[in-house]
């Protein structure tokens, strides 16, 4: 049978490393007994680090339904981790800060992810890290600048083929 794409290209490989990273993570979050998901973590990291983001943006930026996003903020606010307010600009937006309780939050989290991280790359050099991290940033940005809608994708199918 012939495959479409080798199981070893580079595309399977970053979907593969993904979830099973995920997996793991999720292994650990339960473990540790945090009373969150790691959907709830991941969506509290994204607000931290796009603070006073429309809800709409973070929902885009995490690649979930706008639904799912606001089920984890409804328990993440109702932990008082998060605060959400109407956008100055558009009273129907709501905008999605963190609050200082979550500071608490990522002091648990953090050691929960450098293990993660640690036995992700065990047997890479500093070096090898750093390459892999440098390019999958460039990947990202050449994905970001092709955009996410399909709108401006420069090849067709045709082309490709």
């Known amino acids: 049978m012939t495959q479409l794409m080798p199981s070893d290209s580079l595309g399977f490989l970053l979907t593969d490393v993904s979830r099973l990273f995920r997996q793991v993570f999720d292994r ?8 969150l998901t790691s959907g709830e973590i991941r969506a509290l990291a994204h607000v931290a680090r796009l603070d006073g983001a429309r809800q709409a943006k973070l929902a885009h930026v995490m690649g979930v339904e706008p639904m799912t996003l606001s089920a984890y903020l409804d328990r993440l606010e109702a932990r008082g981790l998060i605060k959400r307010t109407c956008d100055r600009t558009d009273r129907r937006a709501k905008t999605v800060s963190v609050t200082a309780a979550a500071t608490e939050v990522f002091d648990q989290v953090r050691p929960l992810a450098i293990v993660v991280y640690d036995q992700m790359v065990q047997g890479l050099t500093d070096e090898e890290a750093s390459v892999m991290t440098r390019a999958l940033a460039h990947l990202r940005s050449n994905l970001i600048e092709l955009g996410t809608d399909g709108t401006d994708f420069p090849v067709s199918a045709k082309k490709a083929a």
Do not use: D, M
């Open 28 to 35: 650990a979050v339960q473990n540790a007994g945090l009373q």
